[in-house]
T-cell receptor, first 110, second 115 residues
């Protein structure tokens, strides 16, 4: 597999389960957050974003929750599928740059 | 990866040689970025550009230079490659809108090995 997966925290789930991936961010002034998915051998792909004036945002099978009090972000994936297996990164935005977390590997078993 | 290409996709070179990686976009986005990705470090910003001939340093800029002479092209140069620069390099683009919101779209990556 892609070397980016080494040394990462890993979440292993069964197909059909719900998955929750967590992320702590560092800058209390950050006002925009993004979740990316990276499959082996590919570049990161945008999944969902949220602004700091929101606590929750839903997409197709995914939900992002933002807790500004404890600077915590989570990504919930409903009915996880084998195609969801990947590394997931959160990112927090400054004005023109993003700072990425180190990522979590999600492994989905059939 | 739509609208963003990187070349070469793979390169093996020797310590001390110069290397240039190219990022090309067809989206006419203002911002372009170069990241490196290493195990245990995630994605780290090397340099970015906010317009033609306008660039700034990122977190890990030492040993790298960039140039942007056209909106669509952003070049990353390793003047004298070292083994510590063995990595996967990603280009990203963004069209900053009003406020601080900054979704970035990534290219497919270039795997560079310095022997």
């Amino acid at each position: 597999g892609e070397s980016v997966g080494l040394h990462l925290p890993t979440l292993s789930v069964q197909e059909g389960d719900n998955s929750i991936i967590n992320c702590a961010y560092s800058n209390s002034a950050s006002d925009y957050f993004i979740w990316y998915k990276q499959e082996s051998g590919k570049g990161p792909q945008f999944i969902i974003d949220i602004r700091s004036n929101m606590d929750k945002r839903q997409g197709q099978r995914v939900t992002v929750l933002l807790n500004k009090t404890v600077k915590h972000l989570s990504l919930q994936i409903a009915a996880t599928q084998p195609g969801d297996s990947a590394v997931y990164f959160c990112a927090e935005s400054g004005y023109s740059t993003l700072t990425f977390g180190k990522g979590t590997m999600l492994l989905v078993s059939p | 990866d739509a609208g963003i290409t990187q070349s070469p996709r793979h390169k093996v070179t020797e310590t001390g040689t110069p290397v240039t990686l190219r990022c090309h976009q067809t989206e006419n986005h203002r911002y372009m970025y170069w990241y490196r990705q290493d195990p245990g470090h995630g994605l780290r910003l090397i340099h970015y550009s906010y317009g033609v001939k306008d660039t700034d340093k990122g977190e890990v800029s030492d040993g790298y230079s960039v140039s942007r002479s056209k909106t669509e092209d952003f070049l990353l140069t390793l003047e004298s490659a070292t083994s510590s620069q063995t990595s996967v390099y990603f280009c990203a683009i963004s069209e900053a809108i009003a406020g601080d919101y900054n979704e970035q779209f990534f290219g497919p990556g270039t795997r560079l090995t310095v022997l």
